[in-house]
């Protein structure tokens, strides 16, 4: 989807500027090859076996390969941002990668916490992914030369739709098709990762269901039922469309900020993008 390069590149055209720097495309690469590294380094973490419908990094080439070649990723990815002169952009860009390692730990030491309180959850989902999301957008505006309101205004849009965002991925993880997602359905609810579907059925559970529930979060490897058991309890409890009334939330958050910004058909752009992201399948 190159859904990161493509925010950074509009939020610069969305301040006004038509005619951008290489300095711009240099940066969005950065930021695609850096989502990769972590995606590699995620699935060795995870151990995971599929990701975009193909073997993983770590399936095919084992741990130290992967590893290393995440790190690779990184490391050119701070060649191109040091290409683009700009100390503010490698700041806003390092401070979220900082964050996603945050979140990432965050989310392993709590793995298996059936109880996992909901604003932990939301500190996660923000550290390892919308503030990355956020960094994208402020770094178009910073290389755009906009002022200090349109950089906010950005940096704002840009941690609303990374929330909307991952809850969208946590929902379809759930109920999404893996022949369309590209990724084994229920991973979360098998590696004990609580996300928001999980945490609204916990909170609609009686003590019984809860129990059950708890039984067999993190353990259901080999249940193969317990996954479409689970669904199904989600569907006919409404948390699915609770969850996604959730994003959309953020939606309309993301693009209230979006008003600082001179109205120009990028700015136009960035609206819709926050429906493709509630609507996505993939
Ligand atoms: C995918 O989330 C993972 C992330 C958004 C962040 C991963 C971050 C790291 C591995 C640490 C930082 C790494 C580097 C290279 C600096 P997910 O597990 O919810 O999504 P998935 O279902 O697609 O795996
Ligand atoms: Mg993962």
Redesign the pocket.
């Known amino acids: 989807k190159r859904l990161r390069p493509m925010l950074l590149v509009l939020s610069a055209r969305a301040c006004g500027r038509d005619k951008l720097d290489l300095s711009v495309y240099q940066a969005a690469a950065a930021t695609e090859l ?1 989502h990769m ?7 060795v ?2 151990e ?1 076996a599929t ?1 975009r419908g193909l073997p993983t990094a770590f399936a095919l080439f084992g741990k130290s390969a992967s590893v290393l070649s ?2 690779v ?2 490391a050119k990815a701070m060649d191109l941002l040091a290409r683009t002169g700009s100390v503010e952009v490698i700041r806003a860009i390092s401070g979220a ?1 900082v964050a ?2 945050e ?2 730990v965050r ?1 392993i030491e709590t793995r298996g916490d059936f109880d996992l309180a909901k604003s932990e959850h939301f500190d996660i989902l923000r550290l ?2 919308a503030e ?1 999301m956020a960094a994208c957008c402020e770094t178009g505006a910073i290389l755009a030369g906009a002022s200090e309101a349109e950089r906010r205004a950005l940096a704002t849009y840009g941690l609303h739709v990374g929330m909307a965002f ?1 809850i969208i ?2 929902v379809l ?1 759930y109920a999404g098709n893996p022949a369309a997602t590209g ?1 084994p359905q229920g ?2 609810f098998i590696e004990g ?1 609580a996300t928001l579907p999980l945490i609204l059925l916990r909170e609609r559970s009686n003590q019984d269901q809860r129990e059950n529930l708890a039984r067999l979060f993190g353990g259901a490897r080999y249940e193969c039922d317990a996954i479409s058991t689970v669904v199904r309890l989600m569907r006919s409890a409404g948390v699915l469309d609770e969850a996604e009334r959730a994003a959309r939330a953020h939606v309309t958050d993301a693009v209230s900020a979006l008003r600082a910004l001179p109205e120009n058909g990028a700015r136009q752009f960035l609206e819709e993008v926050t429906e493709l992201i509630l609507a996505r399948k993939s």
């Open positions: 850096i590294a972590t995606l590699i380094h995620d699935d973490v995870d995971a990701r995440g790190d990723m990184l990668v996603m390692a979140g990432e989310e390892k992914t990355f991952q991925d946590d993880d990724k991973t979360d990762c």
